[in-house]
């Protein structure tokens, strides 16, 4: 079942097919999330879960620290929604504009 990812403060909304991460997901929809490594490992993607909850396939991801895990954040790369989800990605405000390539 797909699940609906709304990011707060901007138009983007996005689908989560099964077995797919956040990440891969918006990457898919050309949504321009902020990402490193992909793996979890940098916490570059890091956000803030504001609804809905997720889970980590392959184990807690090196780059979550269990305060943040604890403050309701999580790492898109290596997490998969058990529900919809709305999320706070700070580098994503509402004065927020994706690079372009040149």
Do not use: H
């Not at 396939?57 to 979550?64: F, I, M, T």
């Amino acid at each position: 079942m797909p699940y609906s990812v709304t990011i707060l403060n901007t138009p983007w909304r996005f689908q989560v097919d099964d077995g797919e991460t956040v990440l891969q997901a918006a990457l898919r929809q050309e949504v321009p999330v902020p990402w490193g490594c992909g793996g979890g490992v940098c916490g570059v993607c890091m956000a803030q879960i504001v609804s809905g909850e997720v889970c980590y396939p392959d184990g807690e991801p090196l780059a979550l620290f269990e305060e943040d895990a604890e403050a309701g954040k999580l790492l898109p790369c290596a997490s998969e929604p058990r529900s919809d989800l709305v999320l706070d990605v700070p580098e994503m405000g509402e004065d927020w504009e994706p690079l372009k390539a040149l």
